[in-house]
C-alpha cells in the first residue's frame, strides 16, 4: 500500500470522526517532542504535567521495549489515563499512528478521548486538533484514531511508519479485534498493547495473560495503588482504602468481583461453567495414551453447517484422544460429504480397497433439520456406521452423570464429556477456540431438579460465534447413545 492512499484514508478517517474539541494551532510548534521519543515519562511528566506511578511507569517501559504487552488491572488503578498518555507520546514524540478501539462508543469516545486524552491535550498545549475521537497533530505525521469493536473492519491496512494498537477494556473484545490490530502493527518498531479487567477466563485477552503466551504481562492489584498503599489520597480518583474496606465487607474475599475488580486475578471457573480451566488444562496436557497393540476405535463427531457464518466441525476421537479438529465452511451436502471420506482415508480407514467401518462411527447432530440430515443419510448410503444425534431425544440410560439427572440426549452427552474430563480419561487438542467454547459451556437446573446446558443462543451471543468445535467434541464424545462402534447393520464388502 503506498503512503499517499493512506493518507488519504486517514484523512477520511479524521474527517469521520467528529467534531473539534480542541484546537492548539501554534502553540507548542516550536518544542523539541523528539527528544522523548524512547522516554514516555518524562514526556508525561515535562510535557503533559502527569505524574506516573511505578506500575504505569513498567506499562510505559514495557511499551518501549516490548512488541505485544498485556495488562490486567483492577478497577481505578489508572489505565485509562495510562492508555491516553501513551497514545499522545507515540504520536507526538515518534509521529506514529495510534489505533485504538473497544467494544463500545462510550469507552472510546467518552472516556478516552474527551475525558482522558482531551485533559492531557489541553494540559500540554499539543498543537493540533482533537477531535471527537481522534487526535491529528499540527505537523501532519501520525495521529490517533477511535474505533469500536462493531468498525473492526476499518483498521485492517494501516502499516504506518510506526504503529501503536491499543485494545482498551480488551475483556470484552473478541478474537477478530486482537487479530485486526496484530494486522496493522506488523513492523519491529510497531507496538500492541491490550489492557483490561480480568473478569472472565477466556477470550484473546485471557490467552495473552497465560503462561507461555508471547504477550508481556503485567498485572495491578488494587492493594499497589498509592492510594491504598498510603490509605490517603495521592492520586485523585484513585481507589482509597475506605472503599475497599467497604467492597471486602459487602462483597467478601471470596467473591468474583474481589478476585478480578481488587486482586486483578482471573477468576477460575464461573459457578455454572461444566468445565474449569484447570481441567481442560490438564486434558491438553495429559498426551496420548495409546502408543502400541490394535488401533482404537474412531468415533467422528460431526456438526454440519452449510450457509451463513457457521462452520461445519468434525472432531475425531481415536481411543481416548480427541486428534486435532478439522474445519470447513460453505460447502454442500455432497461437498461435505467428501471431506468426511478423506478424513477417513487419512485416518487408515478406507479407500484403496481398504474398507473398516466396523472401526468407525460417525455421529451427526440432526436436530432441527438443515443440512445434518442429508449428510448423514449420503454416508450411511456410503455404508458408514452413522448415528443421527437429536439434542432434544430423552437421554439415554446408564450415562456417567454423576449425581446429576440429564433433561435430554444433549445434557446426557456433555455430562459424559465432562466425566471423561474430570476421570482424565479424554486427552484434547490444544485448540485455543475449542477450549474458549468449552470454558462457555453452562449447566443449569429445571424446576423439576434435571440438569440442562445452557443455549446455543447464549453461547453464540457470548462468543461471538457459534460454538461448533465444542459441539463437535460433545458429539463424538457422549454422542453415540450407547451404540458400539462398528453396529450398523450393512454390507461392507468383507
Known amino acids: ?123 500540554g498545549r499539543l498543537p493540533g486538533e482533537l477531535l471527537q475521537g481522534a487526535v491529528r497533530p499540527a505537523s501532519g505525521e501520525g495521529g490517533i484514531i477511535g474505533f469500536t469493536s462493531s468498525d473492526v473492519d476499518r483498521l485492517t ?86 472503599w475497599l474496606e467497604r467492597i471486602r465487607a459487602e462483597e467478601g474475599e471470596g467473591s468474583q468481583f474481589w478476585a478480578g475488580r ?46 451463513g457464518s457457521d462452520s461445519t466441525a468434525c472432531a475425531i476421537l481415536r481411543g481416548d484422544v480427541v486428534l486435532p479438529l478439522e474445519t470447513w465452511h460453505g460447502l454442500n451436502t455432497m461437498e461435505s460429504v467428501a471431506r468426511v471420506q478423506v478424513i477417513t482415508e487419512r485416518l487408515g480407514l478406507v479407500g484403496d480397497g481398504l474398507n473398516r467401518h466396523d472401526k468407525l462411527t460417525v455421529v451427526v447432530d440432526v436436530t432441527g433439520g438443515g443440512a445434518g440430515p442429508g449428510v448423514a443419510d449420503r454416508l450411511r448410503e456410503l455404508g458408514y456406521n452413522v448415528v443421527d444425534f437429536h439434542s432434544s431425544n430423552p437421554p439415554p440410560p446408564g450415562g456417567e452423570y454423576g449425581a446429576l439427572r440429564p433433561l435430554n440426549a444433549r445434557a446426557a452427552a456433555f455430562l459424559e464429556f465432562r466425566h471423561r474430563v474430570r476421570s482424565g480419561t479424554l486427552t484434547l487438542p490444544d485448540d485455543p477456540l475449542l477450549l474458549e467454547e468449552c470454558g462457555c459451556v453452562t449447566i443449569e437446573t429445571d424446576q423439576k431438579d434435571r440438569a ?30 450407547g451404540v458400539t462402534c462398528g453396529a450398523a447393520a450393512g454390507n461392507f464388502g468383507f
Open 262 to 307: 481488587i486482586l486483578a486475578e482471573f477468576p477460575t471457573e464461573s459457578s455454572e461453567a461444566l468445565f474449569t480451566r484447570a481441567l481442560l488444562d490438564a486434558a491438553v496436557a495429559r498426551g496420548p495414551s495409546f502408543t502400541s497393540g490394535p488401533s482404537p476405535d474412531v468415533i467422528l463427531g460431526l456438526d454440519v453447517a452449510r450457509f
Open 157 to 242: 491496512g494501516f502499516h504506518d511508519a510506526a504503529v501503536l494498537g491499543i485494545l482498551s477494556e480488551a475483556q470484552g473484545l473478541d478474537e477478530d479485534s486482537f487479530i485486526a490490530m496484530k494486522s496493522c502493527a506488523v513492523s519491529a518498531h510497531d507496538r500492541l498493547l491490550a489492557v483490561g479487567n480480568p473478569t472472565r477466563p477466556l477470550g484473546p485477552f485471557f490467552a495473552s495473560q497465560r503462561p507461555g503466551s508471547p504477550w508481556t504481562k503485567i498485572s495491578i492489584s488494587v492493594f499497589e495503588h498509592p492510594n491504598v498503599v498510603e490509605r490517603r489520597q495521592v492520586i485523585a480518583g484513585g481507589p482509597e482504602y475506605a
Open 1 to 123: 500500500m503506498s503512503r499517499a492512499f493512506t493518507d488519504t484514508r486517514l484523512d477520511r478517517l479524521f474527517t469521520k470522526a467528529g467534531d473539534v474539541l480542541e484546537r492548539h494551532e501554534r502553540t507548542g510548534l516550536g518544542r523539541d517532542f523528539g527528544k522523548y521519543r524512547d522516554d514516555p515519562v518524562g514526556f508525561a511528566r515535562d510535557v503533559l504535567n502527569a505524574q506516573l506511578w511505578s506500575k504505569q511507569m513498567a506499562i510505559a517501559d514495557a511499551v518501549l521495549y516490548e512488541p505485544q504487552v498485556s495488562v490486567r488491572g483492577g478497577v481505578g488503578v489508572g489505565k485509562d489515563f495510562t492508555c491516553a498518555v501513551l497514545a499522545l507520546w507515540w504520536a507526538y514524540c515518534r509521529n506514529g499512528l495510534v489505533l485504538i478501539t473497544s467494544a463500545t462508543a462510550r469507552q472510546v469516545r467518552e472516556i478516552l478521548f474527551q475525558k482522558e486524552i482531551r485533559r492531557l491535550f489541553h494540559a
Open 452 to 481: 440442562q446446558i445452557g443455549s446455543k443462543i447464549a453461547l453464540r451471543a457470548q462468543l461471538g460465534r457459534s460454538p461448533d468445535r465444542c459441539d463437535a467434541v460433545m458429539l463424538a464424545v457422549g454422542g453415540t447413545g
